[in-house]
Structures are given as structure tokens and as C-alpha cells.
């Protein structure tokens, strides 16, 4: 893996009003788990912000941008962007 070819995602994921720990579960049980499972994803850690529960932030290093592509067609990114 060439390091130049590296691509790094820091998102931020809010809970809707009410919905904390809906999303927490939905990333902790589903979409963190299954995204590490993914040939191409080296890092992805998952962070609640201890001040204002419900924000969250992921650190994701990937392979490649066709590593970053195949995630975003997976149904387990579709199912966290509906969370």
C-alpha cells in the first residue's frame, strides 16, 4: 500500500433531538464494525464528544479513494444516513 495514495476522513455525525443513543448504536454495533471489515479500511475510530453527547466523530484512513467509493455503495453507509 503506498502511502501517497492514502486518503484520510474525519466526519462528524449529530443525533437528531432524542435519537443519541439510536445513532450511538446504530454506529457502534453496525457501521463501525462492518466498515473495518472492508478490505481497504486501515483506521476507523469512532469519538463522542463527552461535553455534548450525541456528536459524534470518526477518523477513517482508507487505501485509496476506490476503497472510499466501495464504502459508500455499501448499505451500511445508506442505513447510517437514514440513523
Same mark, same amino acid.
Given at each position: 500500500m503506498a502511502i =501517497?495514495? =492514502?486518503?484520510?476522513?474525519i466526519a462528524e455525525a449529530v443525533a437528531l433531538p432524542g435519537k443519541r443513543e439510536e445513532l450511538r448504536r446504530?454506529?457502534? =454495533?453496525? *457501521?463501525?464494525?462492518?466498515?473495518?471489515a472492508e478490505e481497504g479500511v486501515s483506521v476507523f475510530r469512532l469519538h463522542e464528544n463527552r461535553?455534548?453527547?450525541?456528536?459524534?466523530?470518526?477518523?477513517? +484512513? *482508507? +487505501?485509496?479513494?476506490?476503497?472510499?467509493? *466501495?464504502? *459508500?455503495? =455499501?448499505?451500511?453507509?445508506a442505513r447510517i444516513k437514514e440513523t
Open positions: =501517497e495514495n =492514502e486518503v484520510v476522513i446504530a454506529l457502534v =454495533e453496525d *457501521f463501525v464494525p462492518k466498515s473495518l461535553d455534548n453527547p450525541g456528536h459524534f466523530v470518526l477518523y477513517e +484512513r *482508507f +487505501r485509496d479513494q476506490a476503497a472510499i467509493d *466501495f464504502l *459508500f455503495a =455499501e448499505e451500511h453507509f
